[in-house]
């Protein structure tokens, strides 16, 4: 075999051949770089066993045994059930899975198997396996280790022999892998040398210690993305100057002094840092991130008053009608101390209003524009556009961001989002923008009482919303909708909806769903908004919506089936008002995860966003962490907060030395970004 090289293929290394190679390549692994890389996605730690003997019933418990026996059993009912003996060095336990008959082929007595599983009594004690992974035969070398690795496999590709295969070929491959992270930062966080970390991942001595391999990994991992994040950003800056504005203090003292209220702290430093950048030659791009009721609509107008009192016009766009016609019956209260009204521009507006409001807005007689896409289209011109707001900027496509930016002369960019993202998550999936955040709540908002309820309580709860309805208060009921059986849960919420109507006949009941043409759906928000629809019953499309100050309760059936950021965008629907407002989530059984009393303890958006993400990361497997839907395949949230901040702090001042990484000692980092990121090579063009 020729010298070992990097880019070698795996084929032809010892012990895989070509129909290995095609079974590695479906994991996505083609070269040595590749096989070295390819890190196990968990680990089982013999200290985290449970001895086979002190598996209690009721537990929920790992052990590693033995096959001992095998067969399968055929019920009454014609079910067939896979059974297993394992045994360890404390006794024995007997396994079975149900239905799974097919196993008979894969496990065989002599095997050393981890099952994870509920312990319960049928004959004795049986557990039910969770799921389960084959380590080996009882006399391999790689399965007596403390801590044994368990890698991505494949058909035809066991975990078994992916391990064998890489501790084979590991001291070789480590030998030749260069490390091209600074010295500095690899000090700063106590990390190992490159082939240290990878040694401890491949052959661990302690979960500890894989987690610092791990840990060193991620860095290389997140200091390619912040390298490409910021490039990006200093491109944007550079590569359209914006408009300079100047702080008059005419049109924004006049809104401070005339608000009946004083801002938050958050608000004061938001509209701070946005005038700072739009006092700046370099265009402003930011966000302002806050949770529902945290007033980001005022902060925004203080952005947009910025650029009228400079002679400009500012547009903000709503990805609903709804929500444009929200904002506009907002800031008209908000604007008339000050004589200014702004445009709406709406797709059902008629020719002849649209027309109107297209001249008014080309030849500068309105200056503050609000409206859905139909902003973007053609036949809108601005005379002079110096501010973009973009509400709920995730909802609209690139190009119709764009196309809206591209109105005016590199007009500043200011997008809101009222999803709370924990900022390590932030970091990431905004880290060309500048952030601004709102945390606390402006003075007049009512407080929401969230309460956890069976179905021992449904009647009971029913009756409260009757109650709260006929007293004069409005309620929202919310179904779930799941992609396996959508059409089922529509079905749910219409016989909901008839049930309430035929139960309830003094009361007025509205129904919406994804299923509805948009041009009903609106309808029917707005009959529930004008107070001519007491109880609506909806799915998740109310998820962002708009304020009806007079809805008090909102019942969520089934919240297990939701994650907790989505039903804390839901309970943001009530709770608009000084009133105070209800929020009860009624579970399917009197089982009651933790995670919903978590929900119900804290209504910090924030905080709850956090333990979505927690819980989303955490592996099912002896406590193995993954990464959760977060687009990595290393590094993992919260846990590498410290590392995901410190890596974009590098990754800024190696830019502002070197912006295209062009000098001797950062080419390296710009190959392998670019390895990582291919359609990062626009970015770093040189000139």
């Known amino acids: 075999m020729p010298q070992l090289r990097l880019d070698t293929p795996v084929k032809f290394l010892k012990g895989i051949g070509e129909k290995r190679a095609e079974a590695f390549e479906r994991l996505g692994v083609m070269s040595v770089q590749d096989l070295l890389f390819h890190i196990p996605h968990r680990y089982i730690d013999a200290s985290s066993v449970t001895p086979m003997a002190k598996a209690r019933v009721g537990d929920d418990v790992a052990c590693i045994g033995t096959v001992m026996s095998k067969g399968v059993l055929p019920t009454r009912k014609g079910l067939r059930i896979f059974h297993a003996v394992l045994k360890d060095d404390s006794g024995l336990l007997e396994c079975a899975w149900p239905g799974q008959s097919f196993l008979d082929r894969t496990i065989v007595p002599g095997q050393l198997l981890l099952v994870a599983g509920p312990i319960r009594f049928y004959h004795g004690r049986q557990m039910a396996p969770r799921e389960f992974i084959i380590l080996g035969d009882v006399d391999d070398p790689t399965s007596s280790g403390r801590v044994i690795p368990v890698y991505p496999a494949t058909e035809g590709l066991s975990h078994k022999q992916i391990r064998a295969i890489i501790n084979a070929h590991l001291d070789a491959m480590i030998a030749i892998v260069p490390d091209i992270l600074p010295e500095a930062l690899r000090e700063r966080f106590q990390l190992p040398v490159l082939r240290d970390a990878l040694l401890a991942l491949h052959r661990p001595t302690s979960s500890a210690d894989a987690d610092a391999g791990r840990r060193r990994l991620a860095v290389d991992e997140l200091l390619d993305l912040q390298l490409m994040l910021a490039r990006a950003r200093q491109l944007a800056r550079e590569g359209q100057r914006g408009t300079q504005f100047t702080v008059h203090k005419t049109l924004t003292t006049a809104l401070r002094e005339s608000l009946p209220w004083d801002l938050t702290t958050d608000q004061k430093q938001s509209v701070r840092e946005i005038f700072d950048d739009m006092t700046k030659k370099e265009r402003m791009h930011r966000l302002l991130m806050g949770d529902v009721g945290t007033g980001k609509t005022v902060v925004a107008l203080f952005a947009m008053l910025l650029a009228l009192e400079n002679g400009y016009q500012a547009a903000l766009m709503a990805p609903t009608e709804l929500l444009a016609e929200q904002h506009y019956r907002t800031l008209s209260k908000l604007l008339t101390p000050l004589g200014i009204l702004p445009e709406l521009l709406l797709g059902r507006l008629g020719a002849a209003d649209k027309n109107a409001a297209r001249a008014r807005i080309a030849d500068g007689t309105t200056r503050l524009v609000i409206g859905t896409h139909a902003l973007v289209q053609d036949h809108v011109a601005f005379q002079r556009l110096g501010l973009v707001v973009i509400d709920e900027q995730h909802r609209f496509g690139v190009e119709q961001r764009a196309a809206l930016m591209q109105k005016g002369d590199a007009p500043d960019v200011l997008l809101l989002t009222a999803t709370p993202i924990p900022r390590s998550l ?238 001797r000692e950062n080419k390296p980092l710009r190959e392998r970004a670019l390895a990582r990121y291919p359609r990062g090579e626009v970015l770093f063009r040189v000139g």
């Open 426 to 663: 932030a970091l990431t999936r905004f880290g060309d923008l500048d952030m601004s955040i709102l945390r606390a709540k402006p003075p007049g908002r009512g407080t929401i009482r969230t309460a956890l309820r069976t179905p021992a309580h449904r009647n009971r709860v029913f009756e409260f919303v009757r109650k709260t309805v006929l007293a004069g208060g409005q309620a929202y009921i919310v179904l779930p909708v799941i992609e396996e059986s959508e059409r089922a849960d529509l079905r749910a919420a219409e016989t909901m909806a008839a049930q309430l109507k035929e139960k309830w006949p003094d009361v007025s009941v509205g129904i919406v769903h994804g299923k509805l043409k948009p041009a009903e759906r609106d309808t029917v928000m707005r009959a529930f908004r004008d107070g001519d629809v007491q109880v609506l019953v909806a799915t998740t499309v109310i998820e962002v919506g708009i304020d009806v100050s007079n809805a008090t309760v909102m019942v969520i059936e089934h919240p297990e089936r939701f994650g907790l950021a989505q039903l804390h965008q839901l309970r943001g629907r009530v709770g608009r008002g000084e009133k105070e407002s209800h929020c009860i989530l009624m579970a399917a059984s009197s089982n009651m995860p933790e995670r919903l009393r978590a929900f119900a303890l804290t209504d910090d958006g924030f905080k709850i966003a956090e333990l979505d993400l927690e819980e989303r990361g955490r592996g099912d497997l002896l406590g193995a962490r993954q990464s959760g839907g977060i687009d990595f395949k290393i590094a993992r949230f919260p846990d590498d907060t410290d590392l995901l901040a410190e890596a974009r702090a590098l990754a800024r001042s190696v830019l502002e030395a070197d912006p295209t990484l062009i000098k």
